[in-house]
C-alpha cells in the first residue's frame, strides 16, 4: 500500500467542536441526540458545546422537523444560516442551472438558462456566471462561502476545459470552486436530498442521451484513481453487440440511452412512450422489459461485487416511474446474491433538473477543506 | 446520510506518534521520508518523534531494504519485532493454515493441516488451535497481540461457525480474534505483501471449486453493509445461462470454476491443462480464451464503475499463469473506458497457499482498535 496522508491534528475540544460543525454542514439540521449518535460523544459534552455554539452564533436553532408530534419536541440545530451561502452548478449539454443553498441547507434561489449544443465553453462560462450574479443579487447581504460546479462529460481528461471553469468563477466570485463530474453529483444530491435520503450505499444511473452514474459508498462519491469511477453506461453487455460511440462494443449505453429507446418503441418524446406504457401498447412494454433487464443485469453485477442493494434511476428516462423501475427491480432482485428480495430498493430519482446543481453544493458542504462557518469569507457585494 | 462515527481525539504529539506507528504497523518498515510523505508531518519533527520512539524502544531500525546501493542508504525503521506476534489463520474446506508474523512484518513460522471435506466444524476448530499452538511453541518467550483468521464461505450469514470459532481463540490464547471470509483476506494479502504490492485499488478474483474475491479500495478491503462484497463469482453473464449452485443462472462460477473448466479441457488436474496449454492443444487454448474472456468482463464491468485497472488472479487456476492472465488482459483492456490499454494490470497471486492465513495477519495489523505495540499483552506462555 502506497502512503496515506492523515488527517491534520487539533485539540480534543476544537476537534469535538468540529466534528458537530462538520455534521451539521453535512446533514442541514441535527437534533442533539442524533449528534451524540452522529460523534460518539457523552450527552453532556454534546450539550456544552453546541451550547458554546450557540452562544457564539456559529449554531442555530432551527424549526422543529417533526410536526403533530405530541409532547416535548426535540430541538434540530443547524449552522447558522448567515453563515454564508453556497452555489451550485450544473453545466449540461443544452443548459446551465444555478442554486444557492445557505449553510442550513435551505435553497434560496435557483435558475437555469438554456443553450444551443455547440455553444463554444467560452460564452457558457459566460451565460453560467452571469446567470450566478443574478441568483446571488437575490440575496442581498449574504456572503458567499464556496461554489460547485458539475460539468457533463468525464471530468479527469478534459483539464483545460475544467481549469477555465475553475478560474472563471475563482476570478468572478473570489471563493474556493470545486468541480465534478454532473452525473456524480445528481447522484450525490440523490444520496443527501433526494430518493436516496438516509441511505449510505447506492448506485446511481443516469439514463439520458448518455448514461453515466454514480457509485456512493458510505455517503461519499468514489471517484476512482483516474478521477472517471461511475462509467455504468460503458460496462459491456455483450462484446459482439452494437457498436458503441465509445468506439467499443455491447456498451449499456447502447441499448438505453433515450434515443435508442425511444426508436425502438416507435416515439419521439420520453412523454410519448410513457402515454403508450400507460395505455399497455405492447410494443413499449416490451422495449421497458429488454432496457430494464439490462440496466438491472449491469447494476446486479455492481451490487454483487460491492454489496450495495439500492439503485436511483436518473436522466431523461426516469421520467417513466414505476414503468422503468419495474423491470430494472426486478431483475436486480433476481441476481443479486441476496437472501431477501426486500433487500433490494429501486426508485426514481427525486431531484429533477436541479440534481446536477444541487449535487454542486452537497460537494462543497462535504468538503472539509472548504472553511465555511467561523471564517470570514469575502462579502459578496465586494467581489461579484 | 446517517450518522457515522469518527475517530476518537488525542492530542497532537501522541496523535503525530499514532500516525508512525500505524504507518509502519501496516507498512512493516519504511524510511523517515517515507514516513514524511505518509503522514505529512515535517521531517524535523518526523526525525525528533522516531527518535523517542527509537529510545522508547517501540520502534527499531531494521537492515536497509535496497542492496547494492551506493552511497549513504537511508535507514528503515520497523515496530519492534518484540512487540508482539500475530497470528492469521485460514479455515479452507479441505485444510487449515497458519503464519505467525512479528510486528516489523518478517513471518517467523508457518504450518498447514489438511481434513477431510466433511470435517466437523469441532474438529476443524480443534485441529487449529493445536497447530496455532504449535507455530507458537517454535517463538518461545514471545508475545502473541491478536490472531486474523479467514473462514472459507460467506462470512454475515453464519453467525453461529464464525462465533464458536472466536470463542474458540479467544478462550484459547486470551487476545483479540478478528474474522473474515478468507478470498478477501488472500486479496488483501496480495495488496500488502503480493502481487498488488503498493497498488492501492484492486480487483481479486479467486477462481477454485468456488469462485469469490475481494475489492480493494485505497489499500482497505471494501465489506459493504452485508459483510458480502467481492462476489466476482455470482455476476450474471447471461440470464438464460447455465443454473448455478446459488439457485441464479449464468454465474461467472458456472462458467470458470476449476471442475468446470478442467471438464472442458478434457483433463482432471489444473497441471494436466498447464501441461496441454504448453504444448498448445486447441482445445484447451479454446477453454482458456473463453474462460479468459467471461473473468476479463466480469473484472471489466466492475472496473468500469469504480475506476479500477489492476486484478489480480488467485485461486486453483492461478497456477496456469499467463495462459490464464493474456485472455483477461485483453478482454479487460477491450472492455475498460481507458486511453491507455498499458495502464491495464492483470497478474497472478504470488502468494501461495499461505494467502488466506497472510491475509489474516494483514487484517490485524490493519485494524487500529486491536492495541499492539506499546501494550502489555499476556504472555504467550502464560495462556497457552
Redesign the interface.
Known amino acids: 500500500?502506497?502512503?496515506?496522508?492523515?488527517?491534520?491534528?487539533?485539540?480534543?475540544r476544537r476537534?469535538?467542536e468540529a466534528?458537530i460543525l462538520e455534521?451539521l454542514r453535512?446533514?442541514g439540521r441535527a437534533s442533539r441526540a442524533?449528534l451524540v449518535?452522529?460523534?460518539?460523544l457523552s450527552r453532556a459534552t454534546v450539550s456544552a458545546l453546541t451550547a458554546d455554539l450557540l452562544a457564539a452564533g456559529k449554531v442555530v436553532v432551527t424549526k422543529t422537523a417533526a410536526p403533530g408530534r405530541v409532547g416535548r419536541t426535540p430541538q434540530s440545530l443547524s449552522l447558522d444560516p448567515a453563515a454564508g451561502l453556497v452555489l451550485g452548478l450544473d453545466f449540461g449539454h443544452t443548459r446551465v442551472a444555478v442554486v444557492a443553498a445557505d449553510a442550513a441547507h435551505e435553497i434560496v434561489g435557483s435558475a437555469s438558462r438554456p443553450y444551443p449544443r455547440t455553444t463554444p465553453w467560452e460564452t457558457r462560462r459566460a451565460i453560467a456566471v452571469r446567470l450566478a450574479r443574478k441568483v446571488l443579487d437575490g440575496q442581498p447581504g449574504a456572503t458567499l462561502a464556496a461554489v460547485g460546479i458539475g460539468i457533463a462529460g468525464s471530468i479527469g481528461?478534459r483539464p483545460a476545459v475544467v481549469g477555465a471553469i475553475r478560474e472563471a468563477f475563482t476570478g468572478a466570485f473570489g471563493v474556493p470552486v470545486r468541480t465534478d463530474n454532473n452525473a456524480r453529483l445528481a447522484g450525490l444530491a440523490e444520496?443527501?436530498w433526494g430518493a436516496a435520503r438516509?441511505i449510505?450505499?447506492v448506485?446511481y444511473v443516469r439514463l439520458s442521451s448518455g448514461v453515466g452514474?454514480a457509485?456512493i459508498?458510505?455517503?461519499r462519491v468514489?471517484?476512482?484513481?483516474?478521477?472517471?469511477?461511475?462509467?455504468?453506461g460503458?460496462?459491456?453487455l455483450d462484446?459482439a453487440g452494437p457498436l458503441c460511440r465509445?468506439g467499443?462494443r455491447g456498451c449499456l449505453e447502447c441499448y438505453v440511452r433515450v434515443e435508442t429507446v425511444l426508436a425502438h418503441g416507435g416515439v419521439t418524446t420520453v412523454s410519448g412512450l410513457a402515454e403508450a406504457l400507460d395505455r399497455d401498447d405492447q410494443r413499449a412494454r416490451g422495449v421497458l422489459a429488454e432496457a430494464g433487464?439490462r440496466i438491472g443485469?449491469?447494476l446486479?453485477?455492481?451490487g454483487?461485487?460491492?454489496?450495495?442493494s439500492t439503485a436511483v434511476l436518473g436522466g431523461d428516462l426516469a421520467a417513466l416511474g414505476e414503468h422503468l423501475v419495474r423491470p430494472v427491480r426486478q431483475?436486480l432482485a433476481?441476481?443479486l446474491?441476496?437472501?431477501e428480495v426486500d433487500d433490494v430498493t429501486v426508485r426514481t430519482a427525486e431531484l429533477g433538473d436541479l440534481d446536477g446543481a444541487l449535487g454542486g453544493v452537497a460537494l462543497v458542504l462535504h468538503d472539509p477543506s472548504i472553511t465555511f462557518t467561523g471564517s470570514l469569507p469575502p462579502r459578496l457585494t465586494g467581489s461579484a
Open positions: 500500500m502506497p502512503p496515506r496522508r492523515l488527517h491534520p491534528p487539533r485539540s480534543p476537534a469535538h466534528w455534521h453535512r446533514q442524533e449518535e452522529a460523534t460518539g481528461d444520496s443527501v438516509g449510505p450505499d448506485l452514474g457509485v459508498l458510505d455517503g468514489h471517484r476512482g484513481r483516474g478521477d472517471a469511477a461511475g462509467e455504468f460503458h460496462v459491456c462484446p465509445c467499443r433487464q443485469l449491469v446486479a453485477g455492481a454483487s461485487v460491492l454489496d450495495v431483475t433476481r441476481h446474491p441476496l437472501d
